[in-house]
């Protein structure tokens, strides 16, 4: 059995819980990473920008870099294509947005991404990469800024490329590597190869964090255990589970209380729909302290259906709370709802979020899988680039 983590070490940054919540495009705003951060101790990264919409100063690129005040270390996932817009943006992050972190995407497996030659797509031009990753580390090295990256196991069965994606990571100097356990090709869908993770770790002096599949804090206890990982990262598990980090937290103690004989996992006591109004209500009110009252209550519209996954609510009381534009209104509606419903333990361990079937095939540029370098390739970014990996 793989020694538990405590902390997490990624070069000049430590974070007190080995826990890590992937950015998602449109969900980690700064309200949401400080509502999870007020659960339980973590890394929080920000919803992935752009290097090319950074560096030209397009407008909603910089929008997305807001942070809120509490932020102690502020960490910033980057997508990118090219060498010297990935440089110059690193560079930005660190000098004018005081940034701790940078994590770098090389694992978006959405067609718009991949058809440009970018995110899960990227890694198998190995020296392409290397060339990516050597200017992003150069760009941080002056402000003692760790560079990190996120990938998958490769386009699909037949063209892996995590192994090659960890090698060029340690021999640039990149601080560790996050390895989701799918495939581009897999999406979202079927289950993520922890086996996988667990070659990565064997494979690399760096440290690994594992991702894919954790719905609960046991699963976090559970892929430790079976890879060795230093740390885990969470994506669509925290979709309307804010507190998953406060079980996480729980979870990773020097020497968490084993309840009953169960395994050192916890779980404080599952949530009431009672508790759960009053976390909804906190993340309607912190979108709306950084957005604005109406444009937050709208934005917050997204999250109702996985907050209450599983509780009894009426389809008309779901209905209303989709159309919400007003805290009072939200308030008004939350009122309808049974403060005594305790927690659905059937959704326990089960899936959140966009799962979907896999793709047919990967979409990628004409000719990319004719050779395996890439250096100096020309490849379209746009500014605009939003999708989350």
């Given at each position: 059995?793989?020694?538990?983590?405590?902390?997490?070490?990624?070069?000049?940054?430590?974070?007190?819980?080995?826990?890590?919540?992937?950015?998602?495009?449109?969900?980690?705003?700064?309200?949401?990473?400080?509502?999870?951060?007020?659960?339980?101790?973590?890394?929080?990264?920000?919803?992935?920008?752009t290097s090319r919409g950074l560096v030209e100063g397009?407008?909603?690129?910089?929008?997305?870099?807001?942070?809120?005040?509490?932020?102690?270390?502020?960490?910033?996932?980057?997508?990118?294509?090219?060498?010297?817009?990935?440089?110059?943006?690193?560079?930005?992050?660190?000098?004018?947005?005081?940034?701790?972190?940078?994590?770098?995407?090389?694992?978006?497996?959405?067609?718009?991404?991949?058809?440009?030659?970018?995110?899960?797509?990227?890694?198998?031009?190995?020296?392409?990469?290397?060339?990516?990753?050597?200017?992003?580390?150069?760009?941080?090295?002056?402000?003692?800024?760790?560079?990190?990256?996120?990938?998958?196991?490769?386009?699909?069965?037949?063209?892996?490329?995590?192994?090659?994606?960890?090698?060029?990571?340690?021999?640039?100097?990149?601080?560790?590597?996050?390895?989701?356990?799918?495939?581009?090709?897999?999406?979202?869908?079927?289950?993520?190869?922890?086996?996988?993770?667990?070659?990565?770790?064997?494979?690399?002096?760096?440290?690994?964090?594992?991702?894919?599949?954790?719905?609960?804090?046991?699963?976090?206890?559970?892929?430790?255990?079976?890879?060795?990982?230093?740390?885990?990262?969470?994506?669509?598990?925290?979709?309307?589970?804010?507190?998953?980090?406060?079980?996480?937290?729980?979870?990773?103690?020097?020497?968490?209380?084993?309840?009953?004989?169960?395994?050192?996992?916890?779980?404080?006591?599952?949530?009431?729909?009672?508790?759960?109004?009053?976390?909804?209500?906190?993340?309607?009110?912190?979108?709306?302290?950084?957005?604005?009252?109406?444009?937050?209550?709208?934005?917050?519209?997204?999250?109702?259906?996985?907050?209450?996954?599983?509780?009894?609510?009426?389809?008309?009381?779901?209905?209303?709370?989709?159309?919400?534009?007003?805290?009072?209104?939200?308030?008004?509606?939350?009122?309808?709802?049974?403060?005594?419903?305790?927690?659905?333990?059937?959704?326990?361990?089960?899936?959140?979020?966009?799962?979907?079937?896999?793709?047919?095939?990967?979409?990628?540029?004409?000719?990319?899988?004719?050779?395996?370098?890439?250096?100096?390739?020309?490849?379209?970014?746009?500014?605009?680039?939003?999708?989350?990996g």
């Amino acid at each position: 059995m793989a020694a538990l983590p405590t902390s997490l070490t990624l070069g000049s940054v430590r974070v007190d819980t080995p826990v890590v919540l992937a950015p998602m495009a449109g969900i980690t705003n700064a309200a949401y990473r400080r509502l999870c951060a007020e659960q339980g101790a973590g890394l929080y990264v920000c919803e992935m920008i752009t290097s090319r919409g950074l560096v030209e100063g397009d407008e909603t690129t910089r929008k997305m870099l807001v942070f809120d005040e509490l932020e102690t270390i502020r960490s910033v996932q980057l997508y990118g294509t090219d060498p010297v817009y990935i440089g110059k943006a690193v560079e930005i992050l660190c000098a004018d947005f005081g940034v701790a972190h940078v994590d770098l995407n090389f694992g978006c497996p959405v067609p718009k991404v991949t058809r440009k030659g970018g995110g899960g797509a990227l890694p198998w031009k190995r020296g392409l990469l290397g060339e990516i990753l050597t200017s992003a580390v150069a760009a941080a090295a002056p402000y003692d800024v760790p560079v990190t990256m996120k990938t998958r196991k490769g386009l699909d069965d037949d063209h892996l490329t995590y192994l090659d994606a960890g090698r060029i990571a340690q021999e640039t100097g990149v601080a560790a590597i996050a390895l989701h356990g799918r495939t581009v090709q897999q999406a979202y869908s079927g289950e993520a190869d922890w086996d996988a993770i667990a070659a990565l770790v064997e494979h690399v002096d760096i440290p690994v964090l594992g991702n894919g599949d954790i719905w609960e804090a046991a699963d976090a206890l559970r892929m430790v255990e079976q890879t060795g990982v230093a740390g885990v990262v969470v994506g669509r598990g925290c979709l309307g589970r804010p507190w998953l980090f406060r079980d996480l937290a729980a979870a990773f103690r020097p020497s968490p209380v084993v309840d009953e004989g169960r395994s050192p996992v916890s779980r404080p006591g599952l949530p009431t729909l009672g508790e759960v109004k009053v976390m909804m209500r906190r993340h309607a009110e912190l979108l709306s302290e950084h957005m604005g009252e109406e444009r937050g209550c709208k934005e917050f519209r997204k999250h109702i259906t996985w907050y209450l996954k599983g509780f009894p609510a009426g389809g008309e009381l779901r209905h209303q709370l989709a159309l919400v534009d007003s805290l009072a209104a939200l308030d008004v509606l939350l009122d309808g709802l049974d403060d005594d419903a305790p927690f659905p333990e059937r959704e326990l361990g089960t899936p959140r979020g966009r799962q979907g079937a896999p793709r047919k095939k990967v979409v990628l540029p004409d000719g990319w899988l004719d050779d395996t370098d890439g250096r100096g390739s020309q490849l379209r970014e746009d500014a605009d680039e939003t999708t989350g990996g």
